[in-house]
């Protein structure tokens, strides 16, 4: 069991560009989850998904953020026309039901310049 | 207003004293969890509380739900305890996470 991955690890974008997240639950974890983490606001919850299907993206800012699940095995967070102020640590989360198995992955760092 | 409030947002002990780390919820809730996470690190579980207590190790979690509190107890404290306590409340109806502001222990030698 390599846990939840996320990937890339570390990401520099320019202002103005686009970025896109990648995590892989565990196998057999029906939901996953987006966080966002910064000294400021600390961990605030995107959105998640259970069995593919978007459950709650009411964290999600709902311009230039969109998040998918085009299968069981990964999830995509992407982020159009970044600012810096978008420059967080983005978690991954999954579990296998109501929240009793919640692991996290390693974060992507980014950073909008 | 907020809706999971954790304290101290800072402790600093000497190796072998005990730590109480509190977090007050004012929302209906499936359960209380709490992590650890080291700096530039990613989130460990280390309780998953829907009320009662829980014991690991050093570690003890005691959730209540009438009072509306969790607390997170570490005996003996050790330097690599130091890290940041975050605990999260899994809201009644959400399987999503609201998380305290956490709480950064520093255990000294």
């Known amino acids: 069991n390599a846990g939840v991955i996320q990937t890339p690890r570390h990401k520099v974008t320019g202002k103005g560009q686009e970025a896109t997240l990648w995590c892989e639950p565990i196998?057999?974890?029906?939901?996953v989850f987006w966080y966002r983490q910064t000294i400021v606001q600390g961990l605030e919850f995107l959105t998640y998904f259970r069995n593919q299907a978007p459950i709650d993206d009411s964290g999600m800012p709902k311009e230039r953020f969109s998040a998918q699940m085009p299968n069981q095995s990964h999830s995509t967070l992407k982020i159009q026309s970044t600012q810096p102020q978008d420059s967080a640590v983005y978690l991954c989360?999954?579990?296998?039901?109501?929240?009793?198995?919640?692991?996290f992955g390693s974060g992507t760092r980014l950073l909008v310049i | 207003g907020q809706q999971v409030q954790q304290s101290p947002a800072s402790l600093v002990l000497q190796e072998g004293e005990n730590a109480e780390l509190q977090c007050n919820f004012s929302?209906?809730?499936?359960?209380m969890q709490w992590f650890y996470q080291r700096p530039g690190g990613s989130l460990v579980s280390l309780f998953y509380n829907p009320s009662g207590t829980k014991h690991s190790g050093r570690l003890t979690s005691t959730t209540v739900i009438k009072e509306r509190r969790s607390s997170l107890h570490i005996s003996s404290s050790q330097t690599t305890d130091s890290g940041t306590y975050l605990c999260a409340l899994e809201p009644s109806g959400s399987w999503q996470l609201i998380f305290g502001s956490g709480t950064q222990l520093t255990v000294m030698p």
């Open positions: 196998s057999g974890h029906s939901a």
């Open positions: 989360a999954s579990s296998l039901d109501s929240g009793s198995d919640y692991t």
């Open positions: 929302t209906s809730l499936n359960s």
